[in-house]
């Protein structure tokens, strides 16, 4: 299995220096290390300079988004598999690569485990399977993730979304197309909760409704939003008030108004998400 490394980065010379460390650390050979800078002014192409024997390809250019340098990285890609490991994230140690050689996996699309870099650390386990329901509720970790260099070819990522294009990716790949898929217990990453989709959830969640009504007939979309809500947090008629307050258009600015005085109070509110996740209603 030969593994290409993609890094994008835009103005993280300290957490591109963790990431290329990591990477040069790893005691499997061969692999392809790539890395996107998106016209970085902070020493970053400077440090590409600085490990240039160690980068199979770097460039330093203006790009259009995250998804855009990452389809650069994809385009120069020929590893069988490609994984993403964003400046900031690093593998967990310098054995990642020969224990997912060691593991014998060969799905389209192999997934380990993550180590979210929260205080106190968590580990984030790969789904044991796929099902829509699975990705409904949560997505693969893109950074703990092999993805067959084929299939990234065949689809790149769609950069109208600033987010959610590799969790679109997941989805149209593993449920719509049926690719193969296997979960490996090996620790993989360490993840930066720093990156920019960590740091803007609300944002993430919008930008994916946008992107699954793209993709799913109205349906499913509404199971989304009942797997989203009651299905997560019950049916007590205190969850069912904020359930139906929620997705009724004319009562949001009253759902609005009680869940924000509750919160003040300190109050758990139930589907907090209700009101952007259930399509429009009218009576």
Known sequence: MKISIITVNRNDAAGLRKTIESVVAQTLRPYQFIVIDGASTDGSAELLQEFASSISYSVSEPDKGIYNAMNKGIAQADGD???FLNSGDCFCGPGVLQALEDSGADADIICGNAMILEDPPRRKPAFPEITLRSLFSGSICHQSALI???LLKEENYDESLKIV?????FLSQLVLKGR???????????YDISGFSARNRLASEQEWQK???GMLPEGILLDYGRESSGALYGNSAYERFFLELGRRNWRRP???LVRGLLSLLGCVVPGARF???FPKQTD
């Open 180 to 190: 193969s898929y296997q979960a490996v217990d090996v620790d993989i990453v360490d």
């Open 148 to 150: 067959a260099t084929r």
């Open 165 to 169: 294009s590799d969790r679109k990716f």
């Open 211 to 213: 992107a699954l009504a």
């Open 254 to 256: 009253v759902y609005r």
């Open 81 to 83: 598999y490609c994984i």
């Open 275 to 277: 009101a952007r996740q």
